[in-house]
T-cell receptor
Framework: SQKIEQNSEALNIQEGKTATLTCNYT??????LQWYRQDPGRGPVFLLL???NEKEKRKERLKVTFDTTLKQSLFHITASQPADSATYLC???????????WGAGTKLIIKP | DTGVSQDPRHKITKRGQNVTFRCDPI?????LYWYRQTLGQGPEFLTY????????KSRLLSDRFSAERPKGSFSTLEIQRTEQGDSAMYLC????????????FGDGTRLSIL
């Protein structure tokens, strides 16, 4: 079955730099992949969705890439700010039409 | 768009008691999902409704768990005879009636079993 791997170690980045988070999947290529942000004690908040036929998607300071050959998505935050500190989760369509499979998330810490 | 709301935000109960959580999705969304999340993990799918029909249920879901969405609007998740391992954050999400749409989450109900 499909598994998702995200870096379990926290990522510490200096303010103003670009943060890059990785999401690797192990099995079939999903039709689409989503990135969410989660703050402590809150539910995940949707950020970006990228489809299998798209190589890159952008939204303001956010950029997502999708490489089906490497079975990997990268999530970039440019000009990072302390307010970007959160856990970032990737999710992709699962074995059924309705399920999403989620990674464990990567905690991002932006230091002033 | 008032967002997805969940009630209560926190629930503390003794082992063996029954608990019920409520989720009010975004009104135009006919798809509703329940997830469980433990510390350091991503959400784990529990069940899915399309309108009032429960179309999918996780194979990992114990028969102590039951969910309803009687009129296709709000949903309830009940856990009977709670166990220590049920301690988690229970998240509800909703999405529009189209494929490949992002899910909108509530802030969850945190359940603690004493």
């Amino acid at each position: 079955s499909q598994k998702i791997e995200q870096n379990s170690e926290a990522l510490n980045i200096q303010e103003g730099k670009t943060a890059t988070l990785t999401c690797n999947y192990t099995n079939y290529s999903p039709a689409y992949l989503q990135w969410y942000r989660q703050d402590p004690g809150r539910g995940p908040v949707f950020l970006l969705l990228i489809r299998e036929n798209e190589k890159e998607k952008r939204k303001e300071r956010l950029k997502v890439t999708f490489d089906t050959t490497l079975k990997q998505s990268l999530f970039h935050i440019t000009a990072s700010q302390p307010a970007d500190s959160a856990t970032y989760l990737c999710a992709l369509d699962g074995d059924s039409n309705y399920q999403l499979i989620w990674g464990a998330g990567t905690k991002l810490i932006i230091k002033p | 768009d008032t967002g997805v709301s969940q009630d209560p935000r926190h629930k503390i109960t003794k082992r063996g008691q029954n608990v019920t959580f409520r989720c009010d999705p975004i009104s135009e969304h006919n798809r509703l999902y329940w997830y469980r999340q433990t510390l350091g993990q991503g959400p784990e799918f529990l069940t899915y409704f399309q309108n009032e029909a429960q179309l999918e249920k996780s194979r990992l879901l114990s028969d102590r768990f039951s969910a309803e969405r009687p009129k296709g609007s709000f949903s309830t998740l009940e856990i009977q005879r709670t166990e220590q391992g049920d301690s988690a954050m229970y998240l509800c999400a909703s999405s529009p009636p189209y494929s490949n749409q992002p899910q909108h989450f509530g802030d969850g109900t945190r359940l603690s079993i004493l």
